[in-house]
């Protein structure tokens, strides 16, 4: 029930391509879908978040789609660039309190 | 605003010993949480700590344990250190700890290694 499954491991795209990450979750009690990146030697940066009370969120080049009866969740990030190239993880929250359960996260690289 | 701040940034320790880590969180944050990252099983919540109380707990073993002090910093200790307590440890803080999900900022992690 604490799972939250992310695919693919890793990616590679070339400039100016869409990257699309995919989760999906167990638990219903989840009302709370953040995207974090991470690069070597760092910890882990916010992208975006979600709610369930929508299905699409978008900031800049990212987008979080939503399916709240499929239990699913996506990032897309148009424009790849190679400054995207970092580790992207999925998590979910919202049981009690501040916990986040992460995905295993998805390697990107962005060829110039 | 200064981020969140971990100290040290890098240990080395051996079998059997303990350590201390210490987070910052963000000024006039009061909710802070550990994470474990490694290779084999990524990033796994240790635990979270509201107004100097541990509120929420994850899969870990009595060795690790916690504590936030009035000005909302936390520590983490780690007694009988094993090799495979090698991992970056992540503190992260949020605003509230109104008892609502929010926003976790991650600091940049403490380097655990164990020989």
């Known amino acids: 029930q604490q799972q939250v499954k992310q695919s693919p491991q890793s990616l590679i795209v070339q400039k100016g391509g869409i990257s699309i990450i995919n989760c999906a979750y167990e638990n219903t009690a989840f009302d709370y879908f953040p995207w974090y990146q991470q690069f070597p030697g760092k910890g882990p940066a916010l992208l975006i978040a979600i709610r369930p009370d929508v299905s699409e969120k978008k900031e800049g080049r990212f987008t979080i789609s939503f399916n709240k009866s499929a239990k699913q969740f996506s990032l897309h990030i148009m424009d790849s660039q190679p400054g995207d190239s970092a580790t992207y993880f999925c998590?979910?929250?919202?049981?009690?309190?501040?916990?986040?359960?992460f995905g295993a996260g998805t390697i990107l690289r962005v060829k110039s | 605003k200064a981020g969140v701040t971990q100290t040290p940034r890098y240990l080395i320790k051996t079998r059997g010993q303990q350590v201390t880590l210490s987070c910052s969180p963000i000024?006039?944050?009061?909710?802070v949480s550990w994470y474990q990252q490694t290779p084999g099983q990524g990033l796994q919540f240790l635990f979270e700590y509201f107004s100097e109380t541990q509120r929420n707990k994850g899969n870990f073993p009595g060795r690790f344990s916690g504590r936030q002090f009035s000005n909302s910093r936390s520590e983490m200790n780690v007694s009988t250190l094993e090799l495979g307590d090698s991992a970056l440890y992540l503190c992260a803080s949020s605003p509230t700890g109104t008892g609502k999900q929010e926003t976790q900022y991650f600091g940049p992690g403490t380097r655990l290694l164990v020989l």
């Open positions: 998590a979910a929250g919202g049981e009690y309190g501040n916990k986040l359960v």
């Open positions: 000024s006039g944050h009061r909710s």
